[in-house]
């Protein structure tokens, strides 16, 4: 017996040594631990930090419309006529071979200037009739210039790529801001959430602690006779019901765990196994509310609000150039370079370098479109679309407005519930009290003190739900007035 005795023993230590090595790790973390974890992990963060990344390539891709373009070729030309017979004769075959190279260089400039740097140089060399020999070459080397006047003057399809793509990239840096905002007011939320759930499990509890010594009691009663035993049914109902509660209050702290693990992370395996622990308490911090504040910081900070008003001047941008279109091409006109002929490739450079056979010509050209039906079909559209994107950033700001004034109502009130719930949990617990001292001396039933208890715990549950709903009412304040971050010490840099 002794030898079992020792057996079981040791075999209890090793079932408590394996259930304390697969206990959860419990780790610590402050609300703004977790915002950092955060910030540097969270899915939706990570994959919207690449939008300004994206936006900057193509804000440099679009200056790719300034960038010069080299071309050079060259070719060799054969050619044999054939003997003839010509008035009873024949004349002899021709053979002519040709060497020729051609380079240019040209582009455009931000005020719309077309520019060309062009050279040639061609030499043949064959035989004529009679196989009398030729050797020639010539070529030029010259610019070309044309500035449009009108049409295309101020802005053009380059310089409209150029001002869209810097539109898309400040529109995807306030994206990544609204990102930012919304993670870090959902962090927010779900911390709070597990601090209540934590606090809730606790009042869970303390409520079947509660339930069981009011049913252990009971059953001395019944075995003294002095309680019938139907009262001891109903002290173990609320023990099963109180159980059952408890039972609810885990699963709820353990999916607010995920909930909250799930954004500040981007590997669960490593925190799967991981117990946050809240370095925190709920807490109501006195706030004034003064919604004119709160409507300047909205208009003034919002995301999505300066997004609206980024596309609207984009979309002024489109109809300066639609305008543009209207106009007629009026373009001026230049050359001016050098030609060079001789019997080599050699005397032909050598007279380019000399400088003494310049050409050059200068002149206007006018284009005029009779109906131009285009263009001033697609300035209409544009102001049309101007109009609606106006209508649509009025309708964002008044919602922007509601928005706020529902948030700081909604604080308010969360303030409010602080207070009276805090006194609903006190009177609770001085009427079960009360109610306890009556039942002890045979003046109160079993039935009035489970309902106070069960009142205990509801007021007991709604207090620490209120602190809960006034701190998420203060992040949703600040979400809606856009000042999420600056409340957060939140500094979002785009390089």
Not at 83 to 95: A, D, L, T, W
Not at 390 to 416: F, T
């Amino acid at each position: 017996m002794k030898i079992i005795g020792v057996s079981l023993c040791f075999a209890g230590l090793v079932s408590a040594a394996i259930a304390q090595t697969n206990a959860p790790a419990t780790r610590a973390l402050s609300l703004q631990d977790c915002l950092a974890e955060a910030l540097k992990h969270n899915f939706d963060v990570r994959v919207e930090r690449y939008e300004p990344e994206k936006s900057l390539f193509n804000l440099h891709a679009a200056y790719a419309g300034y960038d010069p373009t080299f071309n050079i070729s060259g070719a060799h030309n054969f050619n044999e006529t054939g003997g003839q017979f010509v008035n009873g004769f024949q004349r002899p075959s021709e053979i002519s071979d040709a060497n020729s190279f051609n380079s240019s260089l040209g582009g455009s400039l931000p005020s719309g200037l077309q520019y060309n740097f062009s050279g040639s140089v061609a030499e043949t060399y064959g035989s004529t009739g009679g196989n009398s020999p030729f050797d020639s070459s010539g070529g030029s080397i010259g610019v070309n210039l044309t500035q449009p006047l009108l049409k295309n003057f101020w802005i053009d399809g380059t310089r409209l790529g150029i001002s869209a793509a810097k539109n898309q990239l400040k529109l995807s840096e306030q994206g990544l801001r609204q990102q930012l905002i919304t993670t870090v007011t959902a962090v927010e939320n779900a911390f709070y959430e597990l601090i209540y759930a934590r606090e809730n499990l606790t009042v869970e509890q303390e409520a079947l602690n509660l339930a069981q010594t009011q049913l252990d009691q009971d059953r001395r009663r019944v075995q003294v006779g002095s309680l019938a035993p139907l009262d001891v049914q109903q002290d173990e109902s609320q023990v099963a019901q109180s159980r059952a509660n408890l039972i609810a209050a885990q699963f709820t702290l353990a999916s607010d765990q995920n909930t909250l693990k799930n954004l500040i992370t981007d590997n669960y395996l490593e925190w799967h196994d991981v117990d946050i622990a809240p370095a925190a308490t709920l807490e109501a911090v006195r706030q004034l509310f003064d919604v004119q504040d709160s409507w300047s910081k909205g208009l003034a900070a919002r995301p999505d609000l300066l997004q609206a008003k980024l596309t609207l001047e984009q979309q002024g941008i489109q109809l300066k150039f639609d305008r543009n279109q209207l106009f007629p091409e009026l373009d001026l006109t230049g050359s001016y370079g050098f030609n060079g002929s001789g019997k080599e490739f050699s005397d032909a450079f050598a007279q380019y370098n000399e400088g003494n056979r310049p050409y050059y010509s200068y002149g206007a050209a006018l284009k005029v479109p009779l109906g131009n039906v285009q263009a001033r079909n697609s300035l209409k559209s544009a102001k049309a679309v101007e109009q609606q994107y106006l209508l649509r950033l009025k309708q964002l700001e008044q919602n922007v407005m509601v928005q706020i004034d529902d948030a700081v109502k909604q604080a308010q009130s969360a303030w409010e519930s602080v207070d009276a719930t805090k006194q609903a949990r006190t009177y609770a617990e001085a009427a079960l009290d009360a109610e306890q001292r009556k039942y002890a001396v045979g003046k109160s039933t079993t039935f009035t003190v489970l309902q106070l208890q069960n009142n205990l715990t509801a007021a007991r549950s709604q207090e620490i739900r209120s602190l809960a709903n006034y701190n998420e009412a203060l992040s949703n304040l600040a979400q809606q007035e856009g000042s999420t971050l600056q409340r957060r010490n939140v500094d979002v840099t785009v390089k």
